[in-house]
């Protein structure tokens, strides 16, 4: 099972992860995850956890903070993710959400508050360190209008790492590689 793991203030049911449900069809899900970190990693642990023990495989594919968490969490269990615009030190990039009251989500409007506590917390689940580099593609656009690609790309350096020309923090064109997601998942 490929677990879709959307960027923050997203949902599972955007633009992207819908692209992705369509081609991979019934061997993905694309769910809308709490906007509180440690709720969002617990969710996600207990799914993947699920599916271990049912000796299932289990993949992770990342968008932005999402790509923070597939990080975090193929390191813990020894997954494969492919990593697209990958936060890596999301409690800088997320910082100007301190002191706001309200967080619009970018899918439907709905609020959600999110606290410097929230962005402290995303500290607990940095990787310092890649046990199996080779278990991960890192898929970035240097015209990122939200993050800076070549901090993904300095600290994802061991990765199977792509870097494209222009772009947007969306990753324009990412049906172009969901062949080669597919391959890498299922080969």
Do not use: C
């Not at 969710?43 to 790509?67: H, M, Y």
């Not at 890192?138 to 870097?163: M, P």
């Amino acid at each position: 099972m490929i677990i879709y793991i959307h960027g923050f203030a997203s949902s599972g049911f955007g633009s992207k992860p819908q692209k992705f449900k369509e081609y991979f069809e019934d061997e993905i899900m694309t769910l809308s995850l709490p906007t509180i970190p440690n709720l969002a990693i617990d969710t996600l642990e207990q799914i993947i956890e699920a599916f271990l023990s049912k000796e299932e495989d289990v993949f992770l594919v990342g968008s932005s903070l999402g790509g923070f968490y597939a990080l975090f969490l193929a390191n813990k269990y020894d997954l494969k993710a492919v990593l697209i615009n990958p936060a890596i030190n999301p409690w800088g990039s997320l910082d100007r959400y301190d002191g706001v009251d309200f967080v619009t989500n970018f899918y439907d409007n709905s609020r959600f508050e999110f606290t410097k506590g929230h962005i402290k917390s995303l500290k607990n689940y940095e990787v310092d360190f890649l046990k199996n580099p080779q278990n991960f593609i890192t898929l970035l656009q240097e015209e990122d209008e939200v993050l800076d690609f070549s901090e993904a790309a300095l600290k994802l350096e061991d990765t199977e790492l792509i870097i494209e020309e222009g772009g947007t923090h969306s990753f324009d064109g990412i049906e172009r590689y969901f062949r080669k997601i597919n391959s890498f998942f299922y080969n």
